[in-house]
C-alpha cells in the first residue's frame, strides 16, 4: 500500500522551520509515494504561498520516486469569507484545499466546518474536532473527505469522526494526514492504518482509508487536471 499524505506544512507556515525542499526530500527518503504540501493561509497570503510551492516542487522534479501536490489550508479565516479564499487558492494553482477545521486544541469560529463542507473547492476539511452527525451527512452529498488526524491534539476526537463515518456510511470520505510540521512527524502506511484501528476501525477499514480512500482523491486531482 502507498503512503499518501495530503497535510503536510513547511517553512511557508508561521509555525514551520523545514522548507519544502527539504520536506519533499525527507519523505522521500521515507519511501512515500505522494505527498501534499498544504500551508497555512488566509486573505493576505494564499496566492504568494501557492506561487512558491509551484517554484519549490518545480526543482523537486529533479527528484523521482515522489509525486508532489501543492496546496493550501485555510486557517482561522471567517466562516463567511472561506469560500472567496478557497475560490482564490484554486484559481492560484491550489491541487488540493484543506480547511483547519474545529478541533479541540486549537479553537476556530464554530460553523468554520460546515463552511468548509459547503464550498465545493474544498476537497478535505482537516481535524474537524466534535463534528456534527448533520455535517456527516452533508459531506456525503458534498464528497468533502474528512481527517483522521496523527497529530497530538488533534487526534483526540478520532474516536468520534470514525464512529459517525460509519453509522452514516461516510466510511469512503475517511482519510488519515499527518499534519506534519516537521520531517519526525510523517509516517508509514502501516503506522498510518494502526492509528486508524486506534480511531476504532476494524483492520479492513483502517486499509481501506490508508490505501483506498486516498488514491480516490488522487484520482480527483488528476481529473481535475485533465
Ligand atoms: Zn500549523
Ligand atoms: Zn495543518
Known sequence: MRRIDYHVHT???HDGTWSPLEMIRCARERGQAVLALTDHVGPSNVEPVLEAL??????????SGIEVLIGVEITQVPAARIAEVAHRARRA???VILVHGETLSEPVE???NRAAIECPEVDLLAHP???????????LRTGTFLELSARAGYCLTNGHLARLAREAGAMP??????????????IGAEHAVRIARGAGLSEEEARQVVGENAEGLLARVSDRRS
Open 54 to 63: 509551484r517554484c519549490e516542487r518545480g526543482a523537486a522534479l529533479a527528484w
Open 11 to 13: 517553512s511557508l507556515s
Open 110 to 112: 464554530p460553523g468554520t
Open 93 to 95: 494553482g491550489a491541487e
Open 129 to 139: 474536532g466534535l463534528l456534527s452527525q448533520r455535517d456527516v451527512e452533508l459531506a
Open 173 to 186: 470520505l475517511l482519510l488519515l494526514d499527518t499534519d506534519a510540521h516537521r520531517p519526525d512527524d510523517l
